[in-house]
């Protein structure tokens, strides 16, 4: 099995990889952490898992918040006893990454990009409902071409009750229709409906640039809010990030 790590702007999510299968996910709130208390994090998720260390063969990580991933990196290799990948684009593991500058390219995307390759059909573009929606496009090749980053449905409710002094903060849901008839209503067919919008809107111009329709991933927290709504046919992974970790690993990259 391989431990791998995404840590997120909002949520750092950790699982035991083998083969194709996630056998063991666990998330937590992403905050600073010394290496002592991601060593107790990990440890206790480990452990009520029933975890035996010597069925780990291996780490990886990604991580879109800096200041935390060296302790984690650390942590990690303190205790599997094993060097830990950080996956960047720097890395190469089978999949070129194709931008203008491959470094500035999130280790997460770059995750994403390997889980669809390596593990479904490609081409792909793979949507990822985090603190920012993003829209990633591999190649049948496993070329990553690069994608669209937009607001996450989160952050852009926050900001709606944050920035405007006379609306509510509201439960996100679905509401009975689209005209709202009441405040709380009208934000929560802006929130929800415009998410939804959001996604169809983005794959169907990217469709368009692309020049043909491509097998459809998504994944990310806020995903399941509105995946059953959709009206593109596409496959739900909430752990596509862990598989493209594991993916990336079993590669063995080398520095770029």
Avoid at 13 to 23: A, N, Q
Avoid at 130 to 159: C, K, S
Avoid at 193 to 222: P, S
Wanted: with cysteine; glycine share 10%.
């Amino acid at each position: 099995m391989i431990l791998c790590v995404d840590v997120g702007n909002t949520l750092t999510t950790l699982g035991l990889v083998e083969d194709t299968k996630v056998k063991l996910a666990w998330s937590l709130r992403t905050s600073e952490r010394t290496t002592d208390e991601y060593i107790l994090s990990i440890t206790s998720f480990l452990s009520s898992g029933n975890v035996n260390l010597s069925s780990v063969k291996g780490g990886g990580m990604c991580c879109v918040v800096p200041s935390e991933t060296q302790n984690v990196k650390t942590a990690i290799e303190r205790i599997i006893r094993k060097d830990t990948l950080l996956i960047d684009g720097n890395i190469k593991f089978g999949i070129k990454v194709s931008t203008d500058n491959p470094s500035e390219v999130g280790g997460d995307r770059i995750a994403n990009a390997a889980g669809a390759f390596y593990h479904y059909t490609s081409p792909a573009i793979v949507i990822d409902m985090g603190t920012a929606t993003t829209f990633d496009y591999v190649t049948e090749d496993g070329e990553y071409l690069g994608g669209v980053i937009a607001p996450g449905l989160m952050a852009g409710a926050r900001d709606l009750w944050k920035r405007t002094r006379m609306l509510p903060e509201v439960i996100i849901k679905q509401p009975e229709r689209i005209i709202g008839t009441n405040t709380v209503a009208c934000m929560q067919a802006g929130i929800f409906y415009g998410a939804l919008a959001q996604v169809e809107g983005i794959v169907r111009l990217m469709w368009k640039e692309i020049g043909f329709q491509t097998n459809l991933l998504l994944t990310g927290g806020h995903a399941r809010l509105i995946r059953d709504r959709l009206s593109l046919e596409l496959t739900y992974d909430p752990h596509l990030t862990l598989k493209g970790i594991a993916a990336i690993v079993k590669q063995g990259p080398g520095q770029g």
